[in-house]
């Protein structure tokens, strides 16, 4: 399994910014290569909803669930589907703000890329989280 972690301060108050972050529909916002969101169902722990994303040119569907809802200090959910991941966002406040913490541990569906593409998805996914971060401190702090 391939792992991605970044972390990022932005400055607004820590429910503002988990807020932003369990609102599902909102992950076509910040997440770069998400290109739908459909299907939410509920909140908080079970929360689901389907996701298309695309990845050097493969659409890829799936869904995700929220297995972890711990207001303004955890959330986490796992997908399935054209691909398997975990990712949890931890926060914190800090200097007024909010630390944002995410771990991202995924596996590259080889079948639908091949192997050969599998380096390259491993870089593109590390520059994907450090968009995804500053794209969601863009939006708290805009």
Not at 16 to 28: G, L
Not at 86 to 98: A, L, Q
Not at 102 to 110: G, K
């Amino acid at each position: 399994m391939a792992k991605v972690e970044r972390s990022i301060t932005i400055n607004a108050p820590v429910g503002q910014v988990f807020a932003y972050i369990e609102d599902p529909m909102n992950n076509m916002d910040w997440v770069p290569s998400v290109i739908e969101i459909k299907d939410v169902t509920g909140s908080g722990v079970g929360q689901h909803w389907r996701w298309t994303y695309k990845m050097f040119g493969v659409r890829l569907g799936g869904e995700s669930t929220v297995t972890e809802h711990i207001p303004n200090e955890r959330r986490a959910n796992q997908t399935k589907g054209g691909a398997t991941s975990t990712w949890v966002f931890t926060f914190e406040p800090h200097d007024g703000g909010t630390r944002l913490n995410l771990n991202i541990e995924y596996t590259i569906p080889v079948p639908v890329l091949g192997k050969v593409a599998e380096k390259l998805v491993l870089k593109r996914n590390e520059r994907e989280a450090d968009l995804a971060m500053a794209n969601i401190k863009e939006r708290m702090e805009g």
